[in-house]
């Protein structure tokens, strides 16, 4: 079974397009989080969600908007899409509940975007 | 607010050389820290976690770590590398209370047979 599952897994795309990408996790996780991945590996968390509510939204283009349906799934979507928006977009999620609260992360398999 | 530091960006070792990476983090309180690793093509799992206790914490596939407060350090070690490793391995720390892990900015390993 998958526990944390993106789709789609690549993505190639035209500037000035709009895409989603979309996660779920099936490991009973209150928290997700989108976290993007560039070129040179650095990971940099985007945004994450708490039982369907925004708790971090870091420096991110408006154009970058998440949606999360229920605790299980955290969309991403992005609007208008640039050149600078390619790179490898990884769903994650956690407990936070205090006794389950470890700041452990369970990663998707990650879903590479390519904006021509 | 915390940081992560990973001092090698690169390495190239041969099968059977040691390895040690280094990670230095910046927080104020306790911290939760973990390795990562993510082979090539695949998503980040993780390799071992320090919570608590002894500080010498064992992973997967014959790695440790061990985390020494006063240096604010969580270095990464394997007495013999194999061709499999090939990787990039990821620091992360975790103030107890946060919710966001901050991630070091990696550190690719390769490894020859």
């Known amino acids: 079974d998958t526990a944390v599952s993106q789709t789609p897994k690549y993505l190639v795309t035209q500037m000035g397009n709009d895409k989603s990408i979309k996660c779920e996790q099936n490991?009973?996780?209150?928290?997700m989080y989108w976290y993007k991945q560039d070129s040179k590996k650095f990971l940099k968390i985007m945004f994450s969600y708490n039982n369907k509510e925004l708790i971090i939204n870091e420096t991110v283009p408006n154009r970058f908007s998440p949606k999360s349906p229920d605790k299980a799934h955290l969309n991403l979507h992005i609007n208008s899409l640039e050149l600078g928006d390619s790179a490898v977009y990884f769903c994650a999620s956690s407990h936070t509940r205090l006794a389950l609260n470890t700041g452990e992360l369970f990663f998707g398999e990650g879903s590479r975007l390519t904006v021509l | 607010a915390q940081s992560v530091s990973q001092h090698n960006h690169h390495v190239i070792l041969s099968e059977a050389a040691s390895l040690e990476l280094g990670c230095n983090y910046s927080?104020?309180?306790?911290?939760?820290l973990f390795w990562y690793v993510q082979y090539p093509g695949q998503h980040l799992q993780l390799l071992l976690k320090y919570f608590s206790g002894d500080p010498l914490v064992k992973g997967i596939k014959g790695f440790e770590a061990e985390f020494i407060k006063s240096k604010f350090s969580f270095n990464l070690r394997k007495p013999s590398v194999q061709w499999s490793d090939t990787a990039e391995y990821f620091c992360?720390?975790?103030?107890?209370?946060?919710?966001?892990?901050?991630f070091g900015r990696g550190t690719s390993l390769i490894v020859h047979p």
């Open positions: 992360a720390v975790n103030g107890v209370g946060s919710y966001i892990p901050t």
């Open positions: 927080y104020g309180g306790t911290v939760n």
């Open positions: 490991l009973g996780h209150d928290t």
